[in-house]
Structure formats: structure tokens, C-alpha cells
């Protein structure tokens, strides 16, 4: 049974960080590529961020480009995402992501899904 359960959201005020985790049991997740994506009320699921299955290329969505930094630790089945520089904008619940098939891009029609972990940004 694939699980992926997300940790370290919260209430943080405009300008500052957090960091979340996703910590991956079931299957290993070393040969497939992990992400966050993020979904505010009212609003589709929308991609934020992708780490390939070695490290060695990682995708941003525009507007956290220089704020996030995705990170992975195939060791600990493990995907973070270091959120700095946070705005109002950023609320939404983050939802980790995990490729189902190994050496395929992250898309949000072949993924595995954590709970989500609310995030809320004040001004």
C-alpha cells in the first residue's frame, strides 16, 4: 500500500519559511521523480515543483522560482520542499506527488498523492 504523508505546514506570516516533508512508504520512490503540487479554495490543483529520480534536474513553476528549492532523499523515501521568501499567494494545501512508474516524468495524471498539508500565508 503506496502512502505518501506530508509534514511541516503551517501558519507563517509573509516573508518568512518552512519547510515541508512527504515521506514515501509501500514502494521505493529512488527511480521516480517526486513533487508538490498545490491547490487553493476555488481553484485547480496546480504543479509547484519536481525532482527527478537522481537529483540532477529539478523544475519550478514560475512564480516560486528562487523562493522554493525542492530537495530529495532516496535513503529516506523523502521529498522536501524549502519554501522561503513566502506571500499571501502561496496559500493553498501542498500535496506531495510521486511518479507510479519509474524514469517517467511527474504529471499530474500518473501520480500517487499525499493528503495534503495546509499552508497559510499572512500579510
Known amino acids: 500500500q503506496v502512502q505518501l504523508v506530508e509534514s511541516g505546514g503551517g501558519l507563517v506570516q509573509a516573508g518568512g519559511s518552512l519547510r515541508l516533508s512527504c515521506a514515501a512508504s509501500?514502494?521505493?520512490?529512488?527511480?521516480?521523480?517526486m513533487g508538490w503540487f498545490r491547490q487553493a479554495p476555488g481553484k485547480e490543483r496546480v504543479f509547484v515543483a519536481a525532482?527527478?529520480?537522481?537529483?540532477?534536474?529539478?523544475r519550478y513553476e514560475d512564480s516560486v522560482k528562487g523562493r522554493f528549492t525542492i530537495s530529495r532523499d532516496n535513503a529516506k523515501n523523502t521529498v522536501y520542499l524549502q519554501m522561503n521568501s513566502l506571500k499571501s499567494e502561496d496559500t493553498a494545501v501542498y500535496y506531495c506527488?510521486?511518479?507510479?512508474?519509474?524514469?517517467?516524468?511527474?504529471?499530474?495524471?500518473?501520480?500517487?498523492w499525499g493528503q495534503g498539508t495546509q499552508v497559510t500565508v499572512s500579510s
Open positions: 509501500g514502494r521505493s520512490f529512488s527511480t521516480s521523480d
Open positions: 525532482i527527478n529520480f537522481s537529483a540532477s534536474s529539478t
Open positions: 506527488a510521486a511518479a507510479r512508474y519509474s524514469y517517467r516524468l511527474l504529471r499530474d495524471e500518473n501520480a500517487y
